[in-house]
């Protein structure tokens, strides 16, 4: 009945959306402000007999709102059902058991050892630095067939600077793919989007879920020299020719039209993370430097998992990780500055 592939399947465990009661949701990096009210006005006046036909398979006005905004050609940019496929679809395409070992950070986004494991690609957790930094220098070897890397990196938080990724591009092989999974980056971190037109093996991926408030839609897009992004079309055609819906093109476009919304949204998920790392350190914790809309924060003699516990009990999702190094850290999404204040209030009372 079940394949020899299922057996050994490690699928990712996502974070929880319980049902059972209201939780102030701190565990998933989901904005706490809505999409931009130009959204809500689209999908009101949406003609719902649009609905009959499929969605064009190249979303293509998408695609030409994406290239304008990022300042890159239309042909450089592929749109996915949420960056997980985008960067599953680039697993696929890009990286080669037959080449070596794909690299990345020791603590990371669990997701890219899942794909690994589910295209059968051999990988190798490279240690972080001093302070949980990524380093460039460890990943500079010719046993790999290609890099990936989230900037600001998860669940750190903590960026990489861009002289450093141009570093990193400069003296690693240009015919192994360095993909850099910018999920976060509006929330303060430098862009590897400049580095394009030097590095043919480039390739960015960036999601609507984080700072443009669009988690349930699940879109996110690819931006690479166009060779790259034709070969990201192969992989869908074989895979599923309509994995971006019709309406959720529609509503990406117009979300990146209301850029002045969504900047002060992040202006303000910003302004919350600086003040409630600052009050988390007068409390006695340890809390990295954030470039996220999360924070990676430790109390000594507390164990992570007693914080997240504690917390839940009182109606607070936070992100804990059973993994050894980062056990006794949680990860609290950036939510309103009440979320935070309930927070804080219940740290000081139970912790
Ligand atoms: N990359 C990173 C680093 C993430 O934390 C997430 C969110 N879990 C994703 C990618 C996936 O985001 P989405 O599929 O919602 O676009």
Redesign the pocket.
């Given at each position: 009945m079940f394949s020899g592939r299922l057996k050994t399947l490690k699928a990712y465990v996502?974070?929880e959306q319980p049902q059972d009661r209201r939780y102030i949701k701190l565990n998933?990096?989901e904005s706490p402000y809505p999409p931009s009210p130009l959204v809500g006005t689209a999908l009101r006046e949406f003609e719902y007999k649009r609905l009959r036909l499929y969605p064009d398979p190249r979303a293509k006005r998408l695609r030409e709102k994406v290239a304008q905004v990022c300042g890159v050609e239309t042909d450089q940019v592929f749109v996915a059902n949420?960056?997980?496929?985008?960067?599953s679809f680039c697993f696929y395409a890009f990286f080669d058991a037959a080449r070596g070992k794909v690299l990345f950070p020791e603590f990371?986004?669990s997701?890219y050892p899942v794909y690994c494991n589910f295209y059968d690609l051999p990988y190798e957790k490279v240690s972080l630095g001093e302070g949980y930094v990524v380093e460039v220098e460890p990943f500079l070897r010719t046993d790999s067939c290609g890099i990936i890397f989230?900037n600001p990196n998860?669940p750190t938080g903590i960026s990489l600077p861009l002289e450093r990724m141009e570093s990193l591009l400069c003296r690693y092989p240009q015919e192994n793919a360095v993909i850099v999974?910018e999920?976060?980056v509006d929330f303060g971190a430098e862009s590897a989007l400049g580095l394009l037109n030097a590095h043919r093996n480039l390739v960015v991926?960036r999601?609507?879920?984080?700072s443009m408030s669009l988690?349930g839609l699940?879109?996110?897009f690819v931006i690479a020299h166009s060779s790259l992004i034709e070969a990201l079309f192969t992989v869908k055609d074989s895979f599923n020719s309509y994995p971006v819906d019709t309406l959720t093109q529609m509503i990406g476009e117009i979300a990146l039209s209301d850029e002045s919304y969504y900047r002060a949204m992040r202006e303000k998920i910003v302004l919350t993370r600086e003040r409630f790392s600052q009050r988390l350190q007068e409390m006695g914790w340890l809390v990295l430097p954030s470039k996220a809309n999360f924070v990676f924060a430790t109390k000594k003699g507390i164990a992570g998992l007693h914080v997240y516990q504690t917390l839940r009990e009182k109606g607070i999702l936070v992100r804990h990780f059973d993994m050894k190094g980062i056990e006794d850290f949680v990860r609290i999404t950036i939510g309103t500055d009440e979320d935070m204040e309930t927070l804080l209030d219940a740290i000081k009372s139970s912790l």
């Open positions: 996502p974070g998933t990096n949420g960056s997980d496929e985008a960067l990371t986004y997701f989230a998860a999974d999920a976060y991926i999601t609507f879920s984080k988690a699940r879109l996110g």
